[in-house]
């Protein structure tokens, strides 16, 4: 009996030293966002917000290229491991190393190296910010790619393809019907990656000439310390409540497995 409880207690500190280190800073940055003239409280910082309208469309082409960037991860990643693992294992090991070849290399030298490249996507796209779709998705690969590896490891693949194709299922209704349904988590968990490190993202940004939501923050950290504070601060709640969000949906997902195992027992 003793044991359990001294796990639980241990369990239970750990989790409130973590709490603390991670919330403190969190209320540290509210109180400052909220300073006014004569230590006074204000919430200007955070109307500002709203009134510059660099900011707000700074916080749109992020929003929208964390959106871009992981729907075209996921349709570059999902359809490749899947086949990989069906048809080619032997290249495994291959794919793994190019995905995760872009952690290794630093963000300046993939800037020096991809700089020539944008010229010429500039030259045929223009120069929206949503380019930079390209160059976050190779810059998500590494961590998109282990949330989807560990989710298709976690399956039975190639049971489920061979049973779908022996029905009459073509590889696109295999693919969309029964792998995707079947790893929901873990793409929603690679999703989530890819938009907070897009939404994180500076030095591609900054040395490209692109106007991102990080890059504004640098500015407004340069003239106005208050509101960069203030949007770092709701960045940082977004990704919780994604977080979090994610947290439930993997709950909902594993009780929704554990009923119908219970129901299939029962019958």
Known sequence: MGSPVKQRVLRTIILLVLGVYFV????AMAEFSTRGRDNTRSLESWTSIVDDDGLMEALVNSLLLSVTSAVLMLVLLVPTMAWIRLRLPQ???FVEFLCLLPLAIPAIVLVVGMAPLYAWVNYFLGDSPLTLTFAYTVLVLPFAYRAVDAGLAAIDLKTLAEAARSLGASWFTVLWKVVVPNIRVALIGASLLSVALVLGEF???SLLNFD?????VNLLGKRNAGVSIAVSLLCLLFAFVLLFALSYVGQRRRQTVAEEETSQGSN
């Not at 403190?24 to 209320?27: A, N, Q």
């Not at 991102?212 to 504004?216: A, F, G, K, N, S």
């Open 91 to 93: 290249l495994q090991r």
């Open 212 to 216: 991102t939501l990080q890059v504004q």
């Open 24 to 27: 403190l800073p969190l209320i």
């Open 203 to 205: 030095t591609i940004a």
